[in-house]
Structures are given as structure tokens and as C-alpha cells.
């Protein structure tokens, strides 16, 4: 009798101590794996345009007599991937710049400062095609870090004319309730679906990379404003627009 009690609570001990190490290492085991896949993506990421680059420096090898005006194609093509790496570079750089904290310094403005980035904005629209509106609504002044936002709102507004079709409509909305700013940006582009509305703000997550590559992005637009945000004590969040597209909306205790 003894035997089989010793032996049946060093079992249950046995189990207990497997199951509870499980549980315990769970964060541990989801944070490497985190880890792992963000290495895995930007080496990922980086390989791509460096392989291009690779064969596109072979080839200009093989055709010694060839001129500059003739491959002038090819080389603008390299330098596009080389611009793409310095880009997807200097985002790495700063994401992880910031994980050990972003500074945030707070300035108060008032509603000049939306005003002159929305126009530029409208200036940026009307290249691109599109029709961008925008209304600014609060009185007095708030506490913001100027540049911070102004790198979200510039993410948000990138994205609306990227993943839209020409003669879009983008429109940003600035008001004050209470003691927050809520920030809206809209388009009518092409949706998010809600399974993606849950990734999007995950690093290197894109709803269709063959689509986002040729349109010269790396899925870490999203992840850098939501850091930034969060950094800034606000949250956002992203919702369909109706009838189509997409809605952001940040809120920011001011
Ligand atoms: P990217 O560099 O790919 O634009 P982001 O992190 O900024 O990276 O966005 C992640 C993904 O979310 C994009 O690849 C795109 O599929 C989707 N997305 C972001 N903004 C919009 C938008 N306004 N409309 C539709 N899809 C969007």
C-alpha cells in the first residue's frame, strides 16, 4: 500500500509539475517565437532586394561594352531596391530604437499644426489622384509630441492613398470630447477584412505581399504608429468605413 501511494503521488507530482511548467513557460515559449518570426521576416525581407540586386549586377557584368543609356533600366531598377533596403532599414532601426522606450515630448499646439500638415496632404492627394478633405475642430491648444503624430498621421494618410484606386476619398477629422483628441482618418479604398483587422498591427503583417511589395511597403507602417501611440498613452483602432474602406481612429488623452 505504501509502495503504490508513493508511487501514484510521485506520478500525480510528476504531471503536475510537467503541466505547470508548461503554463509558466507560456509567455516565455510566445515571446521567442515572436522574436524568432521578426528575424525571420526582416532577413526575410532583406534577402528579397538583395537578391535582385545580385542578379542585376551579374547581368550588367555580362555586357561589358554595354552603356549606361543602355542598361540605363536596369539601373534604375537597382537603385529602387536599394532604396527599398535603406527604407526597411532605417523602419528596423527605429522600431527597435524604440522598444526600450520611445520619448515622447509634449508640446502644446493648437489647430495650425493639423491645418499645415493637412495641406500638404491635399497637395500629396491631388498627384496621387485623389480628393482629400479634412476638418479641425477644437478650441485652445493640446499636448502632443508634434513629430510623433505627425509620423502617424503620415503612415495613416500614406496607406489611404496606397491602398485605394485613383479618384479616392480620403478625409482626416479632428475633434475634442472631453479630454481626449479623437483623430479619424477614412478612405474608401479596398477594406480590411475583419481577420486582418486583427493582424495588421503586428510587424511585417500584409494583407496581400505581392500586392504590397510593388506598392513598396513592409507590413511595419501599422506596427510603428501603434508603438508611437502607445507610447503617447492613446490607443487606436481600426474600423470599416461605410460604405467602403477603412476608418483609423486614434484617441489621445490631451
Ligand atoms: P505596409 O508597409 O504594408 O503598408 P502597414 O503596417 O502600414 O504596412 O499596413 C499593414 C497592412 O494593412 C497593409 O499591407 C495593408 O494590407 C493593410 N492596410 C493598411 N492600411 C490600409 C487601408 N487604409 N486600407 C486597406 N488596407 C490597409
Redesign the pocket.
Known amino acids: 500500500i505504501i509502495l503504490t501511494t508513493m508511487v501514484s503521488f510521485w506520478l500525480i507530482s510528476l504531471v503536475a509539475s510537467i503541466y505547470l511548467s508548461r503554463w509558466s513557460l507560456k509567455p516565455v515559449l510566445a515571446a521567442y517565437e515572436k522574436e524568432k518570426n521578426f528575424v525571420e521576416n526582416a532577413s526575410h525581407e532583406l534577402r528579397t532586394p538583395l537578391t535582385i540586386l545580385q542578379n542585376r549586377l551579374e547581368l550588367l557584368f555580362q555586357k561589358p561594352t554595354a552603356t549606361i543609356i543602355d542598361e540605363s533600366e536596369n539601373i534604375s531598377q537597382s537603385l529602387a531596391e536599394v532604396r527599398n533596403m535603406r527604407m526597411l532599414t532605417s523602419n528596423l532601426l527605429n522600431l527597435a530604437k524604440r522598444d526600450g522606450g520611445l520619448k515622447v515630448e509634449l508640446t502644446k499646439v493648437n489647430q495650425t499644426y493639423f491645418e499645415k500638415i493637412f495641406e500638404n496632404y491635399k497637395l500629396l492627394a491631388e498627384n496621387s489622384n485623389r480628393a482629400f478633405t479634412s476638418t479641425v475642430n477644437f478650441k485652445d491648444q493640446v499636448r502632443l509630441d508634434e513629430s510623433l503624430i505627425k509620423q502617424v498621421l503620415t503612415?495613416l494618410f500614406d496607406?489611404?492613398v496606397?491602398?485605394?484606386d485613383d479618384g479616392s476619398q480620403i478625409a482626416i477629422q479632428v475633434e475634442k470630447t472631453g479630454q481626449n483628441l479623437i483623430i479619424t482618418t477614412s478612405?474608401n479604398?479596398?477594406?480590411?477584412s475583419d481577420a486582418?483587422k486583427k493582424k495588421?498591427f503586428d510587424r511585417f503583417?500584409?494583407?496581400?505581399k505581392a500586392r504590397?511589395r510593388q506598392k513598396g511597403?513592409?507590413?511595419?507602417?501599422?506596427?510603428l504608429a501603434k508603438q508611437i501611440i502607445d507610447a503617447c498613452g492613446g490607443r487606436i483602432d481600426v474600423q470599416d468605413n461605410q460604405p467602403q474602406?477603412?476608418k483609423f481612429i486614434i484617441k489621445l488623452r490631451v
Open positions: 503612415i496607406n489611404a496606397k491602398y485605394s478612405d479604398g479596398f477594406g480590411i486582418d495588421i503583417y500584409r494583407v496581400d504590397t511597403g513592409f507590413g511595419l507602417g501599422l506596427a474602406g477603412t
